[in-house]
């Protein structure tokens, strides 16, 4: 096949990546992302601060733009994210308790009631866990609102859009022997246990020098799909490029048939977040780079 999208789909899967709403008035990204790409996540268009910044009133401006985007291209959407420590609008960092956990529930409904039946996959909570050895919650204004917080926003993700596949996202939780890896296979467990709604879990593999690529990946893809709910790969990129690791993350979830698709973290090394790491598959001038070829022979 000619795109990561066409040979992905050969699997039954889709490559996606991130899309910047501001980038896409620039033909050379829009070439790309359209010919290569068949899943589609907002960078930050649908985050909390961006889609209410005042509390109570929401703004899906930005959010629509990538939305439409995609889908007059004929893509699909990930929605990212609804309950996160970071990018809260000043007004909800502000808040604590039980009128934190209220303006949660609200957030909740607001966005995925304005998205609702056109929404794939959405990151309902996203990095809820430490890194490090401890296992445990991340401190957050969030956490401190009670340790059921987790579980209220997938309940009130169900209830306001029963069609989404409802995912939890995190990163540094793909090397198997890692406590955080460990503790949110726990949580999920716990959920699928007790009958809490959980579709879907998002390894967001940012890897780097600090935290690279471990072979034991993929059976950390494969413990999580044993426990019944779908896997994703939904922020790849990759200190370096390495065309090996690509391939090995591509090859890693072509083995886990729950493995629903691979999302890179954006188009070009110069579109992403940490370009001084040169970690995506597209030169900043629109050429493949090596790990491009790698991936799309992978596939
Ligand atoms: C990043 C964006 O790429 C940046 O543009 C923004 O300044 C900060 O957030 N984990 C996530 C993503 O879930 O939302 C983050 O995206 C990268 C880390």
């Not at 990946?217 to 799909?225: H, K, P, V």
Request: hydrophobic share 35%; charged share 20%; aromatic share 10%.
């Amino acid at each position: 096949e000619s795109t990561l999208g066409r040979a992905a789909a050969q699997s039954g899967r889709y490559f996606g990546t991130a899309i910047a709403s501001g980038r896409l008035g620039d033909s050379t990204y829009t070439t790309i992302a359209n010919r290569e790409f068949n899943m589609v996540t907002a960078e930050n268009e649908m985050k909390i601060d961006a889609t209410e910044p005042q509390r109570g009133q929401f703004n899906f401006t930005a959010g629509d733009r990538v939305y439409n985007w995609a889908v007059q291209n004929g893509k699909q959407v990930r929605g990212h994210t609804l309950a996160w420590h970071s990018q809260q609008p000043g007004w909800m960092q502000a808040l604590e308790g039980s009128t934190l956990r209220q303006a949660m529930i609200n957030h909740i409904t607001g966005v995925m009631g304005h998205y609702k039946g056109k929404i794939a996959q959405w990151d309902v909570v996203n990095e809820a866990f430490e890194d490090g050895t401890s296992g445990a919650r991340r401190n957050s204004n969030l956490q401190r609102s009670g340790n059921d917080w987790i579980e209220v926003a997938f309940r009130t993700a169900r209830a306001a859009d029963p069609a989404a596949k409802l995912c939890y996202n995190d990163y540094n939780t793909d090397n198997w022997t890692w406590a955080k890896t460990q503790a949110v296979y726990a949580m999920v467990k716990d959920f699928k246990q007790r009958g809490v709604p959980i579709d879907c879990v998002g390894f967001q593999s940012h890897f780097n020098n600090d935290s690279p690529y471990n072979s034991n990946y993929r059976t950390t893809l494969q413990s999580f799909a044993a426990l019944g709910v779908d896997v994703a790969i939904t922020e790849l990129d990759i200190q370096g490029a390495s065309p090996t690791t690509y391939a090995n993350v591509t090859n890693d979830c072509l083995a886990v048939p729950r493995c629903l698709g691979i999302t890179v973290w954006g188009v070009r090394d110069t579109d992403s977040w940490r370009a001084d790491q040169t970690p995506l598959l597209f030169n900043g001038d629109g050429s493949k780079k090596p790990a491009y070829t790698s991936v799309l022979n992978a596939l």
